[in-house]
């Protein structure tokens, strides 16, 4: 099913999480199966509305919501992580689907990277 790459990191503060959102856009352009799972701190990523001005980045939304234009297959949350950070699919961009980040999902995927 192809490539799943894993961002664990929050959206501001590393650019670990961005490199990773770039091999993402970067495979799907070379029509390489990728898909996104955001898990732990990543999770921060999806929360719509965000307004990172006061520490002067960029909202990475924009960044994401590129994601379907580069062929990027599924955009997944892992519902544990949502639910330590207190959000909910109405609190979350469009297009987000809420799954279980377990050994079931990951043998979907020949393989699998980091973001760490």
Known sequence: MGMLIVIDQPAYGT???REALDMAFSLAAFDQPVSLL????GVSWLRKDQDPAGIDQKSVAKNL????VFGIEAVMA???SC???GL???DMAAG???VDADAQLLSQ???TAFSA
Do not use: I, K, M
């Not at 919501?65 to 379907?68: D, G």
């Open 38 to 41: 955001f898990t732990g701190a």
């Open 78 to 80: 892992d519902r544990a």
């Open 96 to 98: 987000v689907t809420l």
């Open 15 to 17: 650019w670990a999480g």
């Open 65 to 68: 919501a590129a994601a379907p």
């Open 83 to 85: 639910q330590r950070l």
């Open 109 to 111: 995927f020949d393989q």
């Open 88 to 90: 909910d699919a109405g």
